[in-house]
């Protein structure tokens, strides 16, 4: 059974004038329990729309999104981002932390608005950066952490809520190669441990071929990646 199930998404911008962009034009893909897609694509292609699907940021023109074996479609305003809070964690390429936030802080915010306490919200949060190797820098505000350490961070809060699915775009696109690197095998243990279920955009075809399969969005369709 799929965590994530995408079929015929199709997704055009400025839809029915003169200036259409069609973007996504059925898109199949299937992510099984405890697998890590690489999804590669020219810049332009598509990717960020294709995420921004799977993660219920947006909507498709037509297609269906199921999550756990359910159908997003039918689902209202609320039960969307409730499924988006708690189903699904995302990396960005540039981090997103809250700046007057402390690290920790940033973590335990989403858990707060799904309802934790404070005091499970802190711990889970203590729990994941130490698990990223940050437990001395709980207190530290963004400014004061490195571009590694902050993407850290933000690993931590996108699993802060227990998601089943990962979603990430270039999450270690704005690094030099080495700390991409070594923050990658961070990420990859992190969704190992967890259980996740990932899909991951990237340039990187070294760090793609380290993960479960590679699928490249070209002409606005999945293709597995020999
Ligand atoms: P990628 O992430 O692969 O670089 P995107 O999903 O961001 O690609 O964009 C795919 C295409 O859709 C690009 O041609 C882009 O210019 C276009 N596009 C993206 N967002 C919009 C928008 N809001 N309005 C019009 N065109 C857009
Ligand atoms: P991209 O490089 O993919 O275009 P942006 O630079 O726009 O991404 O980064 C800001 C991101 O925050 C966007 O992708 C936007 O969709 C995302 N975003 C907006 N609302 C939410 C939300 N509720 N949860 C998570 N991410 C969100």
Redesign the pocket.
Known sequence: EAVLRLSGLEKSYNRGKPNEVRVLRGVELALVPGEIVALVAPSGAGK?TL??MA?L??VPDAGTVEIGGREMGGLGDRAR?AV?RREVG?V???H?LLPEFTALENITLPQLADGATERAAQARARELLSRVGLEARADHRPAALSGGEQQRVAFCRALANGPRILLA?EPTGNLDPATADRLFDVLMELVADEGLSALIATHNLELAARMSRVLRLDGGALHPQA
Request: proline content about 0%; glycine content about 8%.
């Open positions: 960020s995420l921004h993660g940021l947006d981002t988006r995302f960005y390429q540039f997103h775009d």
